[in-house]
């Protein structure tokens, strides 16, 4: 078996920061030792990687993308093969993408289409989040199914009526039955008839421009969402996962459940700690690039966004990745912005970006670990085998520069996608030295993954609950 060290770096985990050398043997971590100890010394080595002035991380768990996805007419541009790649070069080694539900069909002809699209593809390890389209007493049994084989939780939409929508009964069908089975709700919380209305005036009206749609995707109607799944949770006695929080009332929402010890939980993405309304109102429909749902926020609710990862109001940072370039793609909503592809890229930018909140003073270093790997492997059933640096644990682990400075564009981003969310934004620290369960998938400026590398990860239920 391949013997790997990784000699001299500062080995952050969620829980401590040490001095430590660290003992691959193939796929796993086998031991940790202090630096220069007479135990580390002993070690031999096929391999030995220097990280010294170096961070040793696990590799980010990125719990929510939406690789080639079919949405709004088209389809997300990354694929399994090259949004996985450039997770890899960004320092992300887990994904957790949405396998999707088709109305009138059942779950297991989707989640068989998502494996034939992933598999043999991934450059990096992945599993699946169910996507409920159509609960019906069907897929409400064979959700226990999916639940027994490792697709341990469920996305159900109080938005995009006609397409992912569900009523308050489906939900809370669907919730009674992840009550019994173990699996995870997690939501989309806004309040899609709602907004479909105001959707309509604002056309009406002649407003058609990006910017509308931040406009009539109301923060109240995200908070009143929020708060009703929550309730709908609590009578059926499940968890819940509200997925990509940006509006300060619906933090609150989740702040109040928890205050109460349910078991609540937030997630957010970078888009909504580093973007504004202000991309959004960016002339020539340029500020199509930006739209997503939930959307962008006027600046003043990122100061809760932050407060809230620091209180574990919102417990996990993902990307929410589903990329469509502008050309040809956003450009669908020119005229008519409910017609833009809803969607960010950023599966390559979240470590960074949250390291950048680090070198700001937003978090710690160990809570970077916390919401970027540890908590989301926990919450969706991947710890310890991802999410941190043990002995057991797979040999995910990424050698970080803490001082590389780098501008983020698209002229060197490895998405596929033709435009970044966050073109010209200078970030501190960069993934140097990437390992996928021990195999070195990037050094420094050269890509040694292959597709197929990634491994498909059967995960048990939420290992997060109160
Ligand atoms: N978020 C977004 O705009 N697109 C992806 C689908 C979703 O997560 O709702
Ligand atoms: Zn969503
Ligand atoms: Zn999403």
Request: some cysteine; glycine content about 10%; hydrophobic content about 40%.
């Amino acid at each position: 078996m391949t013997r790997t060290v990784i000699r001299g770096g500062l080995v952050i985990t969620a829980a401590e920061e040490v001095w430590a050398d660290v003992l691959i043997e193939g796929e796993r971590v086998v031991a940790l030792a202090a630096t220069g100890s007479a135990l580390t010394q002993s070690w031999t080595a096929d391999t030995v990687i220097d990280a010294a002035g170096q961070y040793v991380i696990p590799g980010g768990v990125d719990a929510h993308t939406h690789m080639e996805m079919p949405f709004g007419g088209t389809s997300a541009s990354d694929t399994f093969e090259t949004g996985t790649r450039a997770a890899a070069w960004g320092g992300t080694t887990t994904i957790v993408d949405f396998a999707v539900q088709s109305v009138g069909r059942s779950l297991r002809e989707g989640l068989d289409a998502w494996h034939a699209k992933a598999d043999g593809r991934c450059a990096i390890d992945y599993g699946f989040h169910m996507i409920l389209a159509d609960v019906t007493e069907d897929s409400l049994k064979e959700m226990d199914l999916l639940v027994e084989e490792g697709v341990t939780s469920f996305k159900l939409f109080m938005a995009y009526p006609g397409v992912f929508y569900s009523d308050d009964g489906k939900i809370l069908r669907a919730m009674q039955r992840c009550a019994d089975n173990g699996g995870l709700t997690m939501m989309h919380a806004e309040n899609g008839i709602a907004i479909d209305v105001l959707v309509e005036q604002a056309l009406a009206a002649g407003h058609t421009d990006p910017r509308y749609h931040g406009e009539v995707r109301k923060a109240l109607l995200e908070a009143e969402a929020t708060h009703r799944a929550i309730q709908l949770s609590r009578v059926a006695g499940s968890p819940l996962y509200v997925v990509h929080v940006s509006a300060e009332e619906a933090v609150a929402e989740l702040a109040q459940a928890r205050d109460k010890g349910l078991n609540v939980f937030g997630e957010t993405c970078p888009q909504y700690l580093f973007l504004s309304t202000d991309e959004l109102a960016e002339p020539d429909f340029e500020g199509a690039k930006y739209v997503c749902s939930t959307p962008l926020r006027p600046r003043e609710h990122q100061a809760a966004l932050w407060r809230g990862l620091r209180t574990n109001d919102l417990s996990v940072v993902s990307t929410d990745h589903c990329p469509f370039c502008f050309t040809g793609q956003k450009e669908l909503g020119r005229g008519d912005f409910s017609r833009i592809p809803n969607g960010l890229p950023g599966v390559e930018n979240r470590m960074d970006l949250l390291h950048q909140a680090v070198v700001d003073g937003h978090i710690s270093r160990r809570r970077w670990i916390e919401l970027a790997c540890a908590t989301p492997a926990r919450m969706f059933g991947l710890y310890p085998r991802k999410g941190t640096i043990a002995p057991g644990a797979d040999a995910d682990i990424v050698i970080y520069d803490p001082h590389a400075e780098q501008v983020i564009s698209a002229d060197t981003h490895h998405m596929n996608v033709d435009y970044s969310a966050y073109e010209g934004e200078r970030v501190t620290g960069k993934a140097r030295t990437v390992l996928s369960r021990g195999t070195v998938v990037v050094d420094g400026e050269r890509y040694l993954g292959r597709p197929g590398h990634g491994r498909y990860q059967s995960r048990t239920t939420c290992q997060y609950l109160i």
